[in-house]
């Protein structure tokens, strides 16, 4: 079902939205990392529903349980799983719904691959992205080691501030914007053609639900740009550092980091569960209308933000160990101090 993601840092996935627990397993993990569910309490707490006016109602404490690959507070080396319990889940919601495709959900889509429709979406939920946050604070943690921090926040919601209140209060939803930065990364990192460090993270982002479009640096805004004024220029401090005068690439050059900031936007739709009375199709091909009632969010970004740093981060891992065995010095290096 597609529920594994990475090379080296490999994450998967698992659980549903109204099942007992979601969760994720990582490989490539390295020992010795210092973890603990504190480090990881911080980003469930970002995501989780219930505690903003501008969430979801659903009351879930999103605690981590680490069930594996760590021993008295430090990594194995084995895999780590880690489980979330859903605490707060109701099927009984959605009884109404039931066989009902939502517009703008994935059960149509579902029920044509597989036949069958999961209560509240099953993995094509938001609460998936639960299991995300958890890998990606892990990654996250392994970066801070290499001083490269990963960060998002929300640069838009609809086309004016008050746009979201005025959803909430006709019981609509709005589209939102997420950038995400990523500092600290040494130029290098990546790889050309089909492994490109972009389109790892334009795929990582993307398989976010609701994700509607990613651009890195001016983006979509290059199509309309000369390269004269696209270009960054590269300058030479005498010591041997070179750098960029501009960042308009957004980090990356032919899918390689080039030691400049990494950034890129991403664009949510609006939720697609909302009050108002919408046009559909059930599962016996009958035409009905929709309201959908129950705790959903008006708008995405807010929430989405930690599931964007925690997909990013997950890349860039990854990516860092990919690289790592891609100059005979650096695989030298790295033998020797495993023999050591």
Not at 80 to 107: C, K, L, S, W
Not at 208 to 236: C, H, L, P, Q
């Amino acid at each position: 079902m597609g529920s594994i993601f990475g090379t080296i840092f490999r994450v998967t996935t698992f659980g549903e939205s109204h099942g007992p627990a979601l969760g994720c397993v990582i490989d490539g993990c390295p020992a010795g990392l210092v973890l603990s569910p504190g480090d990881i309490t911080a980003d469930m707490q970002r995501r989780r529903p219930g505690y903003s006016p501008h969430a979801s109602k659903r009351r879930e404490a999103d605690e981590v349980e680490i069930l594996s690959g760590v021993l008295d507070g430090i990594t194995t080396g084995a895999p780590i799983a880690m489980m979330v319990r859903n605490q707060d889940h109701n099927p009984a919601e959605y009884t109404e719904i039931a066989r009902t495709f939502r517009p703008g959900h994935a059960d149509y889509s579902y029920f044509a691959k597989y036949g069958l429709l999961d209560t509240g979406g099953g993995r094509a939920s938001g609460r998936e992205t639960a299991a995300r946050v958890a890998a990606g604070a892990v990654a996250k943690k392994i970066l801070r080691e290499f001083g490269i921090t990963v960060a998002a926040h929300v640069s838009s919601i609809g086309r004016r501030a008050e746009d979201l209140e005025d959803c909430i209060a006709c019981g609509d939803s709005i589209g939102s914007e997420v950038m995400c930065k990523i500092n600290g990364l040494k130029a290098g990192v990546g790889a050309p053609v089909f492994d490109k460090l972009s389109a790892d993270l334009a795929k990582a982002v993307h398989s976010i639900g609701g994700v509607k479009g990613v651009e890195f640096g001016t983006g979509f805004a290059a199509a309309t740009m000369r390269a004269s004024k696209n270009n960054d220029a590269f300058v030479a401090d005498g010591g041997g550092k070179i750098s960029k005068t501009t960042n308009n690439a957004g980090g990356i050059l032919g899918g390689i980091s080039d030691g400049d900031e990494i950034y890129f936007r991403v664009a949510f739709k609006p939720p697609p569960s909302i009050a108002m009375a919408q046009q559909t199709v059930n599962a016996d091909g009958k035409n009905t209308q929709i309201a959908i009632k129950g705790r959903h969010d008006p708008v995405l970004a807010p929430r989405a933000c930690v599931v964007v740093e925690a997909m990013a981060a997950c890349v860039v891992v990854d990516h860092i160990f990919r690289s790592l065995s891609d100059r005979m010095e650096s695989v030298k290096l790295a033998y020797s101090l495993y023999s050591q």
